[in-house]
């Protein structure tokens, strides 16, 4: 695959990363920034305008400023209502320390009607915690979600309005979640320290933490922490990042992902077992996929620049592409997302610049 790459930086809501991206089905394209304020925008992608969706998030009195993060936090049913999670910009471990979540109260999530631009919002599902990803299932209609920094797992049922909170995870092990045609959703958990590995199915005395594939089953209502392990060894991470750095669920109902120290592929399979593929290219982490309408799952891979590559799901096979930009100390496509045109487009995060990239084939 041949393409050219342009770029367009938002500045105009004091933007420094774009942190989510999705098609709307309407040839629109919504961005999730990190910034000040007004933290949602829509892209027309035949005239390159961009329109405000408004301030969404109102600050809390009395804290010291910090940028709002809309972070994998946009999720589009089939009715055309944009949910939106609201995160901050904090660390997974509460930094900045200074913060007080008392005050903030904590994310809430929010609905926008992409029709009718009407907004709504649901409340804060986990107090005192940002909204930190969350994605939609059609099959159930429902919002799965966790959050920073307690790593709390939440359900919202868009028909009657309840919300879910099925308590900590463990310590921060996934970017995000995806869900398969039963209502069930997949993401990590991670085993620290030294422990009996036995209760993981082992023969050795001990076992070094890792991620391990976590599942929420609907069927059962409750999470499952399985024995299959995703990443061993979590000795460094990536800017804060370890475990699973992206999911992907194909038209087909096949799931993959990506990690973060190794970036490295994956597949979930049917009996829920984890099946590496490879790596993309060399270096950790693999921030984004997407379905291209070729069916190919096409992502970005790599540290401290990353390369877009193509994965066939049906024989394994990788494609890198190369590299996309060396501008930069460093820099990645956080999120991606094909247009209605046929283009490919990728949300530039921590270069301090929210650049929206356009991928176009040639």
Not at 259 to 285: H, S, W
Not at 301 to 308: C, E, I, K, R, V
Request: one cysteine or more; hydrophobic letters at 35%.
């Amino acid at each position: 695959m041949k393409y050219r790459v342009t770029k367009q930086l938002f500045t105009d809501n004091g933007s420094v990363a774009i942190t989510s991206l999705i098609n709307g089905g309407n040839g629109k394209l919504y961005i999730g920034f990190t910034s000040m304020d007004h933290p949602v925008a829509e892209y027309d992608t035949a005239t390159g305008a961009t329109r405000d969706i408004g301030l969404m998030f109102n600050p809390p009195k009395n804290n010291m400023p910090l940028e709002d993060k809309v972070h994998n936090s946009l999720a589009l049913d089939e009715n055309g209502v944009l949910y939106v999670g609201q995160g901050l910009n904090i660390g997974w471990d509460a930094r900045p320390y200074g913060y007080s979540l008392q005050k903030y109260g904590g994310g809430h999530l929010f609905a926008y009607d992409t029709k009718t631009e009407r907004i709504e919002d649901f409340g804060i599902p986990v107090p005192r915690n940002a909204i930190h990803g969350i994605t939609y299932n059609k099959e159930t209609r429902r919002i799965y979600g966790y959050t920073i920094p307690d790593n709390h797992f939440f359900r919202f049922d868009i028909d009657t309005g309840k919300t879910v909170d099925y308590g900590k995870i463990s310590s921060y092990a996934s970017h995000n979640f995806v869900t398969d045609s039963k209502g069930n959703a997949y993401g990590a958990w991670l085993k620290e320290g030294i422990y009996d590995a036995s209760e993981l199915g082992g023969k050795n005395n001990y076992i070094l933490r890792g991620s391990f594939l976590l599942k929420f089953d609907n069927a059962k209502d409750e999470l499952v922490r399985t024995k299959e392990m995703i990443v061993y060894g979590l000795e460094h991470d990536i800017f804060g990042n370890v475990g699973v750095d992206s999911w992907i669920r194909t038209k087909k109902g096949e799931i993959f992902g990506g990690t973060a120290i190794g970036g490295a592929l994956f597949k979930v399979t049917n009996d829920e077992r984890i099946q590496y593929i490879g790596k993309p290219v060399l270096g950790p982490r693999l921030t984004s996929m997407t379905e291209g309408p070729d069916g190919l799952i096409y992502g970005c891979a790599g540290f401290p620049h990353m390369s877009l590559f193509t994965l066939n799901p049906e024989t394994s096979e990788v494609k890198d592409l190369g590299i996309l930009s060396n501008e930069g100390m460093f820099w990645y496509l956080h999120s991606l997302a094909f247009g209605d045109d046929g283009v490919l487009y990728g949300g530039e995060t921590d270069a301090g610049k929210a650049s929206l990239f356009k991928i176009i084939p040639e």
